[in-house]
């Protein structure tokens, strides 16, 4: 089921006295996500995920704008006729229900020609179970869980009644980390053998990268950008969107060009064309650095932190916003630890300038 959003909004009186005026949550969200897919709403906390959510499922009337799941528009519909499936982040179960009859809750309410025999409900619970494996603990009780088990009952639960559209707010968040990759695939494994469409909303870039078909960006109830995860990486529309998505995350500094050149600090780092002359706004994502002995950026080394795979020069430079800048490092290369600086190269494609005020993104080209 595709879902369109039309200048959806959201907007709440402020209680806040030195501040009037509305918290404008979402702001005018006009996009389409394509049936099947999974999307990741992305953003820090209180930037208006879990509203944005909210809207989408019913549970929040819209300032403004409207929804489609498909033609249908669902903006007049409260939250049980619009079929959608919703997992919070605490799971919300029911502590004296065994799992079975947390699965079945949803299906007890149907009424008239929907109801549904008490063998029927069993055996659809046995199929949601089954899809997040858990077919064999039916008969527990929440206590009896783990927290992701618990968190896939409610999966389990949101996906009884087949909705059109599930919905998943931060729903990896009381997990602990090797819980959460599992339970992060899991979710990727559901929704591509249920292809239903799936919005799922964290705060952790790293998550949604890595389990969406595209991911939304967003700031102050605004969508910054929309795309594949990799190419919103590779081409992020502002300085936001830059920080925001990568670990270690982008490198900032202060640089300015000139005559072709950007320079950070009295250094000439690469040849450049298409920018105004003048301050700009420098990131370097820290795949971006080589390092080369004669290198046109030199910083003072920090320290050498050996990842395996790859190494990380931790530097420091007085242009720089972060008193640490990370590099990855092929582990191949040698550094001297004992050395007092480091000389780098820069790999163009991995180096974004900004515009110093507003953060939009000035593209170049190199040479
Ligand atoms: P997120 O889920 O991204 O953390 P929310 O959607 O919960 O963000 O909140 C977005 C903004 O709207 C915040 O500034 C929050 O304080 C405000 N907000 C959310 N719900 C309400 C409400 N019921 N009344 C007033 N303000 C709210
Ligand atoms: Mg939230």
Redesign the pocket.
């Known amino acids: 089921m595709k879902i369109v959003l039309q200048n959806l909004t959201k907007k709440?009186?402020s209680?806040n006295k030195k501040s009037p005026g509305d918290?404008i949550?979402?702001n005018d969200f006009t996009f389409e996500i394509p049936d099947g897919q999974l999307i990741g709403l992305l953003?820090?906390?209180?930037?208006?995920?879990?509203?944005?959510l909210n809207l989408i499922c019913g549970l929040q009337k819209p300032t403004e704008g409207k929804i489609f799941f498909g033609e249908e528009d669902v903006t007049p519909l409260p939250p049980e006729h619009r079929g959608v499936g919703m997992v919070f982040q605490n799971y919300a179960l029911y502590p004296h229900l065994t799992v079975l009859k947390n699965i079945t809750f949803p299906l007890e309410n149907l009424r008239g020609a929907n109801r549904l025999s008490k063998e029927e409900m069993e055996r659809k619970a046995l199929e949601a179970a089954k899809l997040v494996q858990l077919e064999g603990l039916m008969d527990r009780k929440p206590s009896e869980l783990s927290g992701g088990q618990q968190q896939r009952v409610a999966i389990a639960r949101a996906l009884v009644k087949t909705p059109r559209v599930l919905l998943l707010?931060e729903p990896l968040s009381n997990l602990d980390a090797r819980l959460r990759l599992q339970t992060r695939e899991e979710i990727r494994r559901i929704q591509r053998q249920t292809k239903v469409t799936t919005i799922f909303?964290t705060?952790d870039q790293e998550e949604a990268m890595s389990i969406s078909d595209m991911i939304v960006v967003?700031k102050d109830?605004i969508v910054q950008q929309i795309g594949k995860p990799q190419q919103v990486y590779d081409d992020p529309v502002n300085l936001f969107v830059a920080k925001f998505l990568g670990t270690p995350p982008i490198n900032i500094f202060q640089g300015s060009v000139s005559g072709g050149k950007l320079c950070i600090g009295e250094e000439s780092v690469l040849a450049l064309q298409g920018v105004p002359e003048g301050t700009v706004t420098v990131g370097i994502r820290p795949e971006g650095f080589i390092l080369q002995q004669d290198g046109p950026l030199t910083c003072d080394l920090t320290r050498v932190e050996v990842m395996g795979r790859d190494i990380s020069v931790v530097s420091a430079h007085p242009c720089a916003e972060n008193p640490s800048i990370r590099s990855i490092i092929n582990a191949e290369n040698i550094v001297d630890t004992e050395a007092k600086t480091v000389r780098f190269a820069l790999n163009p494609r991995k180096v974004y300038l900004f515009h110093p005020q507003t953060g939009e993104r000035l593209p170049f080209t190199p040479g």
Not at 43 to 48: D, E, K, R, V, Y
């Open positions: 709440f009186p209680r918290v949550a979402v953003g820090p906390s209180g930037c208006g995920k879990s509203t944005a707010d909303v705060h967003m109830g």
